[in-house]
Nanobody
Framework: QVQLVQSGGGLVQDGGSLRLSCAAS????????MAWFRQAPGKEREFVAA????????YYADSVKGRFTISRDNARNTVYLQMNSLKPEDAAVYYC??????????????????WGQGTQVTVSS
């Protein structure tokens, strides 16, 4: 079992930056790959970014590539999502997720076993 607790998020202006954090507990953090997803009102939950167990590999959705950075600190059992140059279309509830699968990368939401509680990101134009 992995418990994920998110923090960060909030309201930011168009072009601004935010950092999300997701703290894990309950299982050796370095044994799971991590990802961020987001869900806007009326839309499906979509993949944003993933990072492998060691942090040596990352993978991004085309829509955020070059603007968002996923990272992890295995000593702190935490994964981060740094979001720069935010746009109104980035507004959504953001979720962190963990998977014990060794297949890389995994971008389908059904591939992830554990989820954070979600945090709202609002971008004003």
């Amino acid at each position: 079992q992995v418990q994920l607790v998110q923090s960060g998020g909030g309201l930011v202006q168009d072009g601004g930056s935010l950092r999300l954090s997701c703290a894990a507990s309950g299982r050796t953090f370095s044994s799971v790959a991590m990802a961020w997803f987001r869900q806007a009102p009326g839309k499906e939950r979509e993949f944003v970014a993933a990072i492998n167990r060691s942090g040596s590999s990352t993978y991004y959705a085309d829509s955020v590539k070059g603007r968002f950075t996923i990272s992890r600190d295995n000593a702190r059992n935490t994964v981060y999502l740094q979001m720069n140059s935010l746009k109104p279309e980035d507004a959504a509830v953001y979720y962190c997720a963990a998977t014990s699968s060794y297949t890389w990368p995994r971008i389908r939401r059904t591939s992830y076993d554990y989820w954070g509680q979600g945090t709202q990101v609002t971008v004003s134009s």
